[in-house]
């Protein structure tokens, strides 16, 4: 089992509808938990950390199962500007954090 | 705030040059990385620095050395081009508070070996 596993998508969606994503971590000792975004051509970017008890951040909501040792993503009225890759993100391990490949995320107009 | 800067932004090498991808961050971090990032593979880690004075392999080390040189800056050298280097570069820094390692990137350099 990869240490960290995303569906690479792409996940094509249209504008206003809600799209969730999760990540699968095999390490039962993992403590921390992000998601990045990974915009084309351009770095990636902290998009939210994840919390035991699950947070949001306007119409981002990240939720975190350790019984199932899975992380979710659900974006909420989805706008253009959402497009993008979604790197999940998960650590530490001897100090390092481990990125899955990222899943792809397309808007339609 | 310049955050993590990385120079070249693109270039071009002819098989078996060398060159040297610079990075520096202004942050104050302990911790910087240098990833590589190919179609499909996503993020892998070449080296890293927990802090000054100290280097460490990562996933995929050879045909790479590192240096940091201080604090702010983290070089990463080819010391001899193949065209499996062709990649995209990306330099990170972080500050690791307890468990939780946020890490920062440049904007990348795009390395093409002919």
Not at chain 1, 57 to 81: C, E, P, W
Not at chain 1, 84 to 105: H, M, N, Q, S
Not at chain 2, 52 to 63: A, H, L, R, S, Y
Request: with cysteine; charged share 20%.
């Amino acid at each position: 089992r990869k240490e960290v596993e995303q569906d690479p998508g792409p996940f094509n969606v249209p504008e206003g509808a809600t799209v969730a994503f999760n990540c699968t971590y095999s390490n039962s000792a993992s403590q921390s938990f992000f998601w990045y975004r990974q915009d084309c051509r351009k770095e990636p970017k902290l998009l939210m950390s994840v919390y035991s008890s699950g947070n949001e951040d306007g119409r981002f909501t990240a939720q975190l199962n350790r019984a199932s040792q899975y992380i979710s993503l659900l974006i909420r009225d989805s706008k253009l500007s959402d497009s993008a890759t979604y790197l999940c993100v998960v650590g530490p391990r001897d100090d390092k954090i481990i990125f899955g490949k990222g899943t792809r995320l397309h808007i339609l107009p | 705030n310049a955050g993590v800067t990385q120079t070249p932004k693109f270039q071009v090498l002819k098989t078996g040059q060398s060159m040297t991808l610079q990075c520096a961050q202004d942050m104050n971090h302990n911790s910087m990385y240098w990833y590589r990032q190919d179609p499909g593979m996503g993020l892998r880690l070449i080296y890293y620095s927990a802090s000054e004075g100290t280097t460490d392999k990562g996933e995929v080390p050879n045909g790479y050395n590192v240096s940091r040189l201080n604090k702010r800056e983290f070089s990463l050298r080819l010391e001899s081009a193949a065209p499996s280097q062709t990649s995209v570069y990306f330099c990170a820094s972080s500050e690791l508070q307890g468990n939780w390692n946020i890490q920062y990137f440049g904007a990348g350099t795009r390395l093409s070996v002919l």
